[in-house]
C-alpha cells in the first residue's frame, strides 16, 4: 500500500510543480488574470508555472503583477505576434540550468513582444536563456525595464540561443538593470539588437558575443551602451551603427585563443555616414594578450564611411592602421591619360606642393594608410569605403608641416585616429581636455576647417552648434610657421556618444552666440561662400586665438571675409568675434575677393536684428545703404576688393554719411540733426556753413557731439579745427 501511494506521488508531483497553461483567449477579453481564457482553468501565477502562447496572435493584457517559469510559443504558431502589454511586471523564474529555458520560440518566424516590465530571476544563478527552436524574434520595448537579478549572485544574465540552422534575435530598446555581475551572453546562431531608445545606465557588467566559441553570434549597438568587459569570440561580430555608442570600462577583446590553442578572431564594425557616426568609447580599457607573447594586442575594427558619387568630393580618416591602400580602392575613379594615368580619385594634401597628391593604383597598392593623416577621396559612383584596422588604446599624435611661403602651405590635412568623438572646444563641456585648447600652440589659427560639399565650415570656440569630431573625420588645421610640431589627439579628448558630424545641423547647446552670418553669391558661376560675426563678452576688438579664425582660400571661388576693427595685420578672417557691449558705431571692414562680375549679398542668420541694425558702406562708390534685404554688386571680375567695404552697427541712426576726406566721422540723427565723431581724447571746434557760406552751428567738443536745426534741403559744408590740424567736409543730408 505504501508504494502504491510512492509511485502516485512520483506520477503527479511535476504535474503540481510544473503545470502548463495554454492561451486560448476564450472570453475575447485579452484578459491574463482571467480564469477563462486559459486552458486547464485558473490563470498561471507561479514559479512552476509554464505559459504556452496559443496559435492565434494577440495581445495579452496584465491587471496585477504575474510569476511564471517559461513562455513559450506553440509550434503551431509559426509567423504569429504575441504581445505581453501592461504597467505591471512579469517576473519569469527559471529554477533549472542552462538547458532549462526563460523564453522560447518554438513556431517559425513567431515574435513575442513584452510591453512590460520584465523580471528575469534565476532562483540557482544560471542563465536566463532566451531560445529559438524555430527562427523568431523576442522585443523588449522601449519605456519598459528589463531586470535581471538572482538570488545568489550568479555571472550568468541573459544568454541568447538559436538551435541548429535557426536564429534568435533579441531587441532591448527600453531600460536594463541587472544585480552585480549578472552579464550578457550572445551564444551560437543568435543576437541582441539594441535600439536607439535604449539606456543602460544601471547595468555595469560584461557583454560576450559569441561566448562557448560557437558561431553566429552578433550585437548590435544602436543606442548608448556601457559594459564593464566587451568580449567578441570566434568569428563574431558587434556593428555599432550611426546612432549608437559603446563604452567600455574594464577589458575590450577581439580575439579569442581557447578553442583548441588556435586564435579566432571577432571584430568590432563602426558604422559612420556624413553627419552621424557610431562611436567605440574605451579610454581606459585594456586590450587582452590573446597570443601570450606578453603585450596587449589591439582591437580588430572595421570602418565603414558611405560616401556620395563623383564629382562630390569627402574629407575622411581611419581610426587605426595596418590597411592597405589597395584594400579599400574599389569603385574610385581613375585616370586614363596623360602623366597622372592610374591616378585614383583617393589622395592626400602636401603642404610642400600645396596641391593634392592622389594614389596611383600600382605604386600605391600597398601604401599603408596612416592614423591621423586625413584623406580626399570621390568615388566613381556612390560607395562604401571599408577599412579593416588596428586600434591601439593610446594617445596619438601627427607631424604638421610647413611647407613654404605659399598661401596653402601652411595647411594640412589630418583626421580623428580613434574610433570616439573628440571634444573639439570649450561648448563640448571639457574646457581642458578639448582639440583647440590642447594644440592651440601648434596652430597659426585655433580652428578646423571641414568641407560640407560645397563650401568650407569653420569650427572654433565660437561653434555651438557642433562641438566634437567625429571618428574618421578629415578636416583641415593650418600650422604654426616653421612647424614641426605635433598634433595631439589624447584618450583625454575622448567623449562618450554624442553622434553629431560636421556635416549635421543638429544643436546640441540651446544657448547661442550672437551672430551675424553673411552669404556672398556668385551668380555667374552659382557659387556660395559665407562669413560669420560672433558677439560675446569672451572677445575683444582686437585678435582673440580661438575666437577669430582665419579664411581657406583653397579652390576659385569667390571668397567674403573680414578684417580685425584693431591691430589688423591685414589677416582677412572668415569667423570673427566682437565684444557685444562695444558693438554700437561699430565698423567692421569686409573684403570680398571677386571671380564673378555678378555678386549678391545676403543676410543668411541674423540674431541681433532687434537690437541694431546693420549698414553697408562702399567706399568706391561713397555710397552708403541698410543691409536688412539682398544687396546686388557689380564687380571686376578676379577683383580684390578688401579695402572697399564695410559694416556699421548702429542702433537706430543711420550711420556716416559720404564725406570727402579724412577718418573724421558724420551720422545722420535726423533730417535736421547730425552726429559728429572724432577720436575720443581730441577736442574740437566746428563750423557748420550752407552751401552760401553762412555760417549756420559752431560748437566745441571732445570726441563726439549732436548738432541740430540743420538746413536738409541743400549740401552743407563742415569745418572741423583740432590742436593738430584742420580739415573741411561736405555732407548733405537728403
Not at 684 to 712: M, P, Q
Amino acid at each position: 500500500m505504501k508504494k502504491i501511494f510512492f509511485s502516485t506521488l512520483l506520477l503527479t508531483l511535476p504535474l503540481l510543480i510544473f503545470s502548463q497553461k495554454t492561451w486560448t483567449n476564450g472570453t475575447g477579453n485579452n484578459n491574463w488574470s482571467d480564469n477563462d481564457n486559459w486552458s486547464g482553468g485558473d490563470f498561471p501565477n507561479g514559479n512552476g508555472q509554464v505559459v504556452q502562447l496559443g496559435a492565434t496572435a494577440g495581445t495579452i493584457n496584465l491587471t496585477e503583477d504575474i510569476t511564471v517559469k517559461l513562455i513559450k510559443g506553440t509550434n503551431g504558431g509559426a509567423g504569429n505576434t504575441f504581445t505581453i502589454s501592461g504597467d505591471y511586471t512579469l517576473t519569469i523564474a527559471n529554477s533549472g540550468n542552462t538547458s532549462a529555458y526563460s523564453i522560447q520560440t518554438n513556431g517559425a518566424d513567431q515574435v513575442i513582444v513584452f510591453d512590460c516590465d520584465v523580471n528575469l530571476n534565476d532562483p540557482n544563478n544560471d542563465a536566463n536563456v532566451v531560445r529559438a527552436n524555430k527562427t523568431g524574434v523576442v522585443t523588449f520595448n522601449a519605456g519598459r525595464t528589463l531586470t535581471l537579478t538572482s538570488a545568489g549572485g550568479g555571472s550568468e544574465g541573459l544568454k541568447t540561443f538559436g538551435a541548429t540552422s535557426q536564429t534568435m534575435t533579441v531587441n532591448i530598446n527600453g531600460t536594463l538593470v541587472a544585480a552585480s555581475g549578472r552579464a550578457l551572453e550572445v551564444s551560437q546562431n543568435s543576437s541582441i539588437v539594441f535600439g536607439s531608445a535604449y539606456s543602460g545606465d544601471n547595468f555595469s557588467s560584461s557583454l560576450l558575443v559569441g561566448v562557448d566559441n560557437n558561431t553566429g553570434a552578433s550585437v548590435t549597438v544602436n543606442g548608448s551602451v556601457k559594459a564593464a568587459n566587451f568580449f567578441v569570440y570566434n568569428n563574431s561580430l558587434a556593428t555599432i551603427g550611426t546612432t549608437g555608442s559603446l563604452n567600455v570600462t574594464g577589458q575590450l577583446t577581439t580575439t579569442d585563443s581557447d578553442v583548441g590553442g588556435v586564435s579566432k578572431t571577432g571584430r568590432i564594425t563602426i558604422e559612420t555616414s556624413r553627419t552621424a557616426s557610431g562611436s567605440l568609447h574605451a579610454p581606459s580599457a585594456t586590450f587582452r594578450d590573446h597570443n601570450s607573447d606578453g603585450d596587449n594586442d589591439p582591437t580588430r575594427l572595421t570602418f565603414k564611411r558611405p560616401i556620395d558619387n563623383f564629382p562630390e568630393w569627402s574629407l575622411v580618416g581611419f581610426p587605426g592602421k595596418n590597411e592597405a591602400f589597395v584594400d579599400i580602392d574599389t569603385n574610385l575613379k581613375v585616370s586614363t591619360s596623360g602623366s597622372s594615368s592610374g591616378d585614383t580619385s583617393f589622395g592626400v594634401w602636401s603642404p610642400l606642393t600645396a596641391a593634392y597628391d592622389y594614389y596611383d593604383t600600382g605604386t600605391n597598392s600597398a601604401t599603408l594608410l596612416n592614423e591621423g593623416q586625413g584623406y580626399v577621396v570621390s568615388p566613381n559612383g556612390a560607395t562604401t569605403l571599408s577599412a579593416d584596422v588596428d586600434y591601439e588604446n593610446q594617445n596619438k599624435s601627427y607631424n604638421l608641416v610647413d611647407g613654404g611661403t605659399g598661401a596653402l602651405q601652411e595647411w594640412n590635412l589630418v583626421s580623428n585616429p580613434h574610433p570616439a568623438y573628440l571634444n573639439l572646444n570649450d561648448n563640448s563641456g571639457d574646457t581642458t581636455n578639448n582639440f583647440l585648447k590642447v594644440n592651440a600652440s601648434a596652430l597659426a589659427t585655433v580652428a578646423v576647417y571641414a568641407w560640407d560639399g560645397s563650401a568650407w565650415d569653420v569650427f572654433d570656440q565660437t561653434t555651438n552648434t557642433i562641438n566634437y569630431i567625429a571618428p574618421g573625420e578629415g578636416f583641415f588645421v593650418k600650422a604654426v610657421d616653421g612647424a614641426g610640431t605635433d598634433l595631439s589627439f589624447t584618450q583625454d579628448m575622448m567623449a562618450f556618444g554624442k553622434g553629431v558630424n560636421f556635416n549635421d545641423s543638429k544643436v546640441n547647446d540651446p544657448y547661442r552666440n550672437a551672430i551675424f552670418k553673411i552669404e556672398l553669391q556668385d551668380l555667374d558661376n552659382n557659387k556660395s561662400d559665407y562669413t560669420k560675426l560672433f558677439f560675446t563678452d569672451k572677445a575683444t576688438k582686437g585678435l582673440d586665438p580661438g575666437y577669430d579664425s582665419e579664411k581657406f582660400f583653397m579652390g576659385p571661388n569667390s571668397k567674403i571675409f573680414t578684417r580685425l576693427l584693431q591691430n589688423d595685420k591685414g589677416v582677412n578672417y572668415h569667423n570673427q568675434s566682437l565684444p557685444m557691449q562695444d558693438l554700437k558705431d561699430a565698423v567692421v571692414p569686409l573684403g570680398i575677393n571677386s571671380n564673378a562680375s555678378s555678386m549678391n549679398l545676403k543676410i543668411k542668420e541674423n540674431t541681433i536684428d532687434h537690437l541694431y541694425n546693420v549698414f553697408l558702406e562702399d567706399r568706391l562708390k561713397n555710397t552708403i545703404v541698410e543691409f536688412d534685404e539682398d544687396i546686388a554688386l557689380e564687380l571686376d571680375k578676379n577683383s580684390d576688393n578688401t579695402i572697399r567695404f564695410y559694416l556699421h552697427f548702429t542702433d537706430g541712426m543711420i550711420p556716416e554719411l559720404p564725406t570727402d576726406g579724412d577718418d573724421f566721422r558724420i551720422f545722420k540723427v535726423s533730417n535736421d540733426e547730425i552726429k559728429l565723431m572724432g577720436s575720443p581724447e581730441t577736442n574740437y571746434n566746428a563750423k557748420v556753413y550752407d552751401f552760401s557760406g553762412r555760417l549756420v552751428r559752431e560748437i566745441s567738443f571732445t570726441h563726439k557731439v549732436n548738432i541740430n536745426e540743420i538746413d536738409s534741403k541743400g549740401i552743407n559744408i563742415l569745418t572741423i579745427e583740432s590742436d593738430d590740424k584742420k580739415f573741411t567736409k561736405k555732407f548733405k543730408l537728403n
